[in-house]
């Protein structure tokens, strides 16, 4: 498998642009996860979903955030209208129950950088 | 609330000098506790999983121990190949079987030839 996908990997938009950001997880892992790294957070979750149903998104920052897994190959992060302040590396993971992975192993994309000017 | 802490954030080793990066933890009650490595521009990439006090697992010049309050990556005499950031995350048992993960702010390491 070619590992978890994530598009695109860079992104430069302007303050109050709306911004998707893709995600493709590994095929047959049933849980999905969307992460933000930053120098001053750190890595911190945003929302998971286990079979295209969002579980936790108690870590989305504000209603400016939206995510959905429209089925199980394929998620969307998307922050409209983008501020600055959002600017960060953005990735997804994902996961499966079975097998060794069953102990929350979390694969992870590349990421995607997002500079919001 | 689920808090980690690693320590050192940065760590400059001469190849073949052994050392150790400390991950402290607090969590309600521990489920498992995850290592990580990350390159530059890359996602993170799974290392090891412990689960109880005591646990220890080794993978090539790393082995990673566990206690009840921290968790420690040993590395035994590194090369420049291993220098990256390692990020310590938990996960806290729940009944509802959540899985999400709190990460450490992670600690540099950069091993010189």
């Known amino acids: 498998d070619a590992g978890v996908i994530q598009s695109p990997r860079h992104e430069v938009t302007e303050m109050g642009q709306e911004v998707t950001l893709r995600c493709k997880p590994i095929?047959?892992?049933?849980?999905l996860f969307w992460y933000r790294q930053t120098m001053m957070r750190g890595l911190e979750l945003l929302i998971y979903?286990?079979?295209?149903?969002?579980?936790?998104d108690s870590g989305m920052p504000e209603d400016r955030f939206s995510a959905k897994m429209p089925n199980a190959s394929f998620s969307t992060l998307k922050i409209q209208p983008s501020e600055p302040r959002d600017s960060a590396v953005y990735f997804c993971?994902?996961?499966?129950?079975?097998?060794?992975?069953?102990?929350?192993?979390?694969?992870f994309g590349a990421g995607t950088r997002l500079s919001v000017l | 609330e689920d808090q980690v802490t690693q320590s050192p954030e940065a760590l400059r080793l001469q190849e073949g000098e052994s050392s150790s990066l400390n991950c402290s933890y607090t969590?309600?009650?521990?489920?498992?506790l995850f290592w990580y490595r990350q390159d530059p521009g890359k996602g993170p990439e799974f290392l090891f999983t412990?689960?109880?006090a005591g646990e220890e697992k080794e993978k090539e010049r790393l082995k990673a121990t566990l206690t009840k309050k921290e968790s420690f990556l040993h590395i035994t005499a590194p090369k420049p190949e291993d220098s990256a950031t390692y990020l310590c995350?938990?996960?806290?048992?729940?009944?509802?079987?959540?899985?999400?993960?709190?990460f450490g702010s992670g600690t540099r390491l950069q091993v010189q030839p």
């Open positions: 095929s047959g892992h049933d849980y």
């Open positions: 995350a938990v996960q806290a048992y729940m009944d509802t079987g959540r899985r999400a993960l709190t």
């Open positions: 412990l689960y109880s």
């Open positions: 979903f286990n079979n295209n149903v969002p579980i936790d």
């Open positions: 993971a994902s996961s499966s129950r079975w097998g060794v992975e069953a102990k929350n192993i979390q694969y």
């Open positions: 969590v309600s009650g521990l489920r498992g």
